[in-house]
């Protein structure tokens, strides 16, 4: 190899050196941005997630404050539960619709106060769904409609259907505990 092969080579392998020293500090420059950007996205969530939580517990103070204003009745769950119903059916005649796959949902406690809820389908003409749960919604007798999704019916087109989520607020009873008779379990016969 010739003095001038082996300075070409020399120079080659420095500006493949020079190249690849440039490529390695884009690639860390890019991925310090993306590392940046990954940390100024999780302060926006956390950001976010700590007015959603200010909200949340303002929210909350607020219907506690108003409940306390409320001259709120106790009764007990099932009869909560059957009032909440009974009430549901009332304002769904009222607007001259049905309740369909009506079902329970957990109870909610907050601070003295519990939430009976139920969830129903009501299938028919937007206005008479509205007049519903307008006729339901009614804060001043503690009943509320919490949650609402419309979608199209797919059977007429004139109708919708509406996924309704319904609360009454009550306080409860201090609970009765009945003594339960202990129950003896069949013993197989010899």
């Known amino acids: 190899m010739t ?4 300075r070409l080579l ?3 392998i420095l500006i493949g050196m020079g190249i690849a020293t440039w490529l390695v500090w884009s690639w860390a420059d890019e991925e310090k ?3 940046k950007q990954r940390i100024e996205e999780a302060g926006m969530r956390k950001d976010r997630d700590e007015q959603y939580l200010k909200v949340w517990r303002a929210e909350v103070v ?3 404050e108003w409940l306390k204003e ?3 009745p106790s009764m007990t769950l099932a009869n909560a539960s059957s009032m909440l119903l009974n009430r549901a059916q009332e304002a769904a005649s009222r607007g001259g619709v049905r309740l369909d796959d009506v079902k329970f949902l957990d109870v909610i406690s907050e601070s003295g106060f519990e939430q009976a809820r139920m969830t129903a389908t009501i299938t028919d003409t937007e206005e008479n769904i509205y007049q519903s749960l307008m006729a339901f919604h009614d804060p001043e007798r503690l009943q ?3 949650a609402l999704r419309v979608q199209p019916d797919k059977k007429e087109q004139s109708q ?3 996924d309704v989520e319904m609360r009454l607020y009550y306080k409860p009873l201090e609970a009765e505990v009945a003594d339960v008779p202990e129950v003896e379990e069949d013993q197989p016969n010899d």
């Open 70 to 72: 409320r001259n709120v």
């Open 33 to 35: 941005a993306k590392a």
């Open 3 to 6: 003095a001038r092969e082996s």
């Open 10 to 12: 020399i120079l080659t």
């Open 62 to 64: 607020a219907v506690r």
């Open 160 to 162: 919708i259907v509406a």
């Open 144 to 146: 509320v409609v919490r």
